[in-house]
């Protein structure tokens, strides 16, 4: 998506992406804990100034992109993310 920068922070047991809109200055967010060796993927948030441009989607496809550079599994507790994973069969090697 053009415009979009979606950046990852990694605070030790847990992180976040944030999606930053060219415009404006809402913030999408991803959260995550560690729990053991699987990432458990809890919220999305996006502020509803930039919904509705696919900004959560692009925040959980960069998710799985790093979960597969980096051998991470996923349990995907927000709804939103477990039915992404449901939408994408070809994730379920990525489910915890």
């Not at 920068?5 to 560690?34: N, P, Q, S």
């Amino acid at each position: 998506m053009d415009g979009l920068d979606i950046t990852h922070h990694d605070h030790g047991t847990r992180g976040e992406y944030r999606a930053h809109l060219e415009g404006h200055d809402e913030t999408g967010l991803l959260t995550y804990v560690w729990r053991g060796d699987s990432l458990v993927a809890d919220h999305t948030i996006v502020p509803p100034e930039i919904g509705g441009r696919g900004v959560a989607a692009e925040l959980v496809l960069r998710l799985v992109a790093d979960a597969r550079a980096n051998g991470w599994k996923i349990v995907p507790q927000c709804s939103y993310i477990d039915a992404m994973f449901r939408r994408h069969p070809d994730w379920a090697d990525l489910r915890a």
